[in-house]
Nanobody, 120 residues
Framework: QVQLVESGGGLVQFGGSLRLSCAASGSILRIYTMAWYRQAPGKQRELVAAITTGGITNYADSVKGRFTISRDNAKNTMFLQMNSLKPEDTAVYSC??????????????WGKGTLVTVSS
């Protein structure tokens, strides 16, 4: 069974930094695009950043220049370096990945999320 587990969330002050991690485990053959999504209270979930296996990245306009997505394909891990954090970045951040597995075919997987709170 494949699992995605996020870590690194927490409380940070305005202008601070956090680094999120997402580790994939299980019967994995290959991981294609990985992405970070976030959902703030009362709002819809939105894409924050995505990265392909080859390292091509895509960012939401609201985080460009402040957030950096990266991945370690050998360790099935993805990261999100978040700098210059603002209160409007407060949300639950979830990891998403399209994974080819040994037993379950290919599909999208989600982590349970990690809470990021930015105080003003």
């Amino acid at each position: 069974q494949v699992q995605l587990v996020e870590s690194g969330g927490g409380l940070v002050q305005f202008g601070g930094s956090l680094r999120l991690s997402c580790a994939a485990s299980g019967s994995i053959l290959r991981i294609y695009t990985m992405a970070w999504y976030r959902q703030a209270p009362g709002k819809q979930r939105e894409l924050v950043a995505a990265i392909t296996t080859g390292g091509i990245t895509n960012y939401a306009d609201s985080v460009k220049g402040r957030f950096t997505i990266s991945r370690d394909n050998a360790k099935n891990t993805m990261f999100l370096q978040m700098n210059s954090l603002k209160p409007e970045d407060t949300a639950v951040y979830s990891c998403n990945a399209y994974i080819v597995t040994i037993n379950e075919g290919s599909k999208n997987y989600w982590g349970k999320g990690t809470l990021v709170t930015v105080s003003s």
